[in-house]
Antibody, heavy 118, light 110 residues
Framework: EVQLVQSGAEVRKPGESLKISCKGS????????IGWVRQMPGKGLEWMGI????????RYSPSFQGQVTISVDKSISTAYLQWSSLKASDTAMYYC???????????WGQGTMVTVSS | QSALTQPRSVSGSPGQSVTISCTGT?????????VSWYQQHPGKAPKLMIY???ERPSGVPDRFSGSKSGNTASLTISGLQAEDEAEYYC??????????FGTGTKVTVL
């Protein structure tokens, strides 16, 4: 079965760091870009960025450039999204998704809820 | 980069058709044939329903169809069913490896 499995919910304090993961299985992980999407509570979807697992080529949406880091470890078919200093406004559900054609994402992870609160 | 504009909500009775619009600019919707539509039920991950303006992934009912004219894309759901009640988001490629989502539309089955 083709799937993306994300790491579990996280609770952190403002200023702390965090790295969440997205593990692909059932397909050739290096052949498909992985994107990250934010959904703040009760709000819509926002593209954060995208990474090519084959060569780690990474592109960020302007709103998220410098705010997060997207990386990948192709040896374990896992993509990552990380923060060096969390803010309360980072509280959201984060999804990873596989890009299967020019610009469509067919497989989605189950989401990771990140809560940042003092 | 502004979000694409969608109506906040649309509704219809079972069996009817509803159409959701998605308005952007010549830099996104109007400039590329890379518009996709996603369905999201509460508490669930989005699901791809339409890609490349009008193509349906395997497993998506043919009740769902997509089109585009100028800077506006549309998703039509024909023969509305109870399970179609969900939030729908359009998204478009916007050049330079960027993409933008729509504001989202709540579809209610009366």
């Amino acid at each position: 079965e083709v799937q993306l499995v994300q790491s579990g919910a996280e609770v952190r304090k403002p200023g702390e760091s965090l790295k969440i993961s997205c593990k692909g299985s059932g397909y050739s992980f290096t052949n498909y870009w992985i994107g990250w999407v934010r959904q703040m509570p009760g709000k819509g979807l926002e593209w954060m960025g995208i990474i090519c697992p084959g060569d780690s080529d990474t592109r960020y949406s302007p709103s998220f450039q410098g705010q997060v880091t997207i990386s990948v470890d192709k040896s374990i078919s896992t993509a990552y999204l990380q923060w060096s200093s969390l803010k309360a406004s980072d509280t959201a559900m984060y999804y990873c998704a596989r890009r299967f054609t020019t610009d469509a994402f067919d497989i989605w992870g189950q989401g990771t809820m990140v809560t940042v609160s003092s | 980069q502004s979000a694409l504009t969608q109506p906040r909500s649309v509704s219809g009775s079972p069996g009817q058709s509803v159409t959701i619009s998605c308005t952007g600019t010549s830099s996104d919707v109007g400039g590329y044939n890379y518009v996709s539509w996603y369905q999201q039920h509460p508490g669930k991950a989005p699901k791809l329903m339409i890609y490349n303006v009008s193509e349906r992934p395997s497993g998506v009912p043919d009740r769902f169809s997509g089109s585009k004219s100028g800077n506006t894309a549309s998703l039509t759901i024909s023969g509305l069913q109870a399970e179609d009640e969900a939030e729908y988001y359009c998204t478009s490629y916007a050049g330079s490896y960027t993409r933008v989502f729509g504001t989202g539309t709540k579809v209610t089955v009366l």
